[in-house]
């Protein structure tokens, strides 16, 4: 077993040996003398890094914030992504303020349609009191035609034939009866009585206003009955 | 006078209604009963003093 270890340490030891020697020749290297161009190159680099370095140790100690290595296009990126927030945070607002103002709109419709319910609720009662009271305001039916009374020349008889068509109810051709007898016989002894059955006749069918002037018309001559 | 009262009472003339009542109680005051007690109730019904 010895041998085999003696054998491949050997070249091992001379290596480091040469190392040593090569490294204590290079730090034996003046730093007065000229640097070939790769190793200016390489130093240059090596100082670039140094101050990099260095700035990234000195801003962590200033701002006491972690030092954070990233690479160099981050920071960009860190900005293209603000940027693109702030637009998201722009459209957000407008879309915010447009939808503040759908629902204004929107409250105002709702008030608007309410409103316009109560104005029409108010509508439909006054036209129902407008219907009831056209209604009521509806005259009494116009009495049936009068079945002409034929006026006997002699005006008792037709007295007689008015009276009694009204005791047998037949209002419209006592009605007519009598007028015919007032138009014709009025000034006579049987006028008064005439135009009491005629008012009589009237209220029957609720012409009022008629009827009064015929019960006035009787009052008066009330003295003269035949 | 009793029925030109009732005429007058279905026109809403109810002061002249009251009217034609009183002259025709003053008028006749003897009148038959059927007209004095139809009478009262015109009178009832158009509120105569």
């Known amino acids: 077993m010895t041998q085999p270890i003696k054998t491949w340490l050997t070249p091992v030891l001379a290596a480091a ?32 890094a140094m101050k990099e370095v260095r700035a990234i140790v000195f801003q962590g100690r200033e701002t006491g914030a972690p030092v954070v290595v990233q690479p160099a296009e981050t920071q960009s990126q860190i900005a293209g992504m603000g940027d693109k927030i702030n637009d998201v945070n722009q459209t957000l607002a407008r879309l915010n303020g447009a939808l503040e103002v759908i629902k204004h709109d929107l409250d105002q419709s709702r008030q608007e349609t309410a409103d316009q319910r109560a104005v029409n609720a108010v509508l439909r009662e006054q036209v129902a009191s407008l219907q009831k009271t056209v209604k009521d305001l509806t005259p009494p039916p116009a009495p049936p035609p009068p079945v002409a009374v034929a006026a006997p020349p002699d005006p008792a008889a037709a007295f ?16 007519a009866g009598f007028r015919d007898y007032v138009d014709k016989y009025g000034e006579g002894p ?31 001559g009330w003295p003269r009955t035949r | 006078m009793l029925d030109l009262s009732k005429s007058l009472v279905a026109m809403g003339k109810d002061e002249d209604a009251c009217q ?26 158009a509120q105569c003093s």
């Open chain 1, 17 to 48: 040996f040469l190392a040593v020697g090569a490294g204590q020749a290079l730090a034996q290297v003046s730093l007065d003398e000229p640097l070939d161009e790769h190793a200016a190159k390489r130093l240059d680099r090596m100082e670039k």
């Open chain 1, 160 to 175: 007689a034939a008015a009276k009694t068509a009204f005791d047998a109810g037949d209002k419209a051709s006592a009605e």
């Open chain 1, 190 to 220: 049987g006028g008064p009585e005439a135009r009491f059955w005629l008012a009589k006749t009237l209220m029957a069918r609720g012409a009022w206003p008629d009827a009064a002037t015929a019960e006035i018309g009787a009052i008066r």
């Open chain 2, 20 to 45: 034609t009542l009183d002259e025709l109680t003053k008028r006749y005051p003897k009148a038959a009963p059927t007209v004095l007690k139809g009478a009262l109730a015109v009178r009832a019904k």
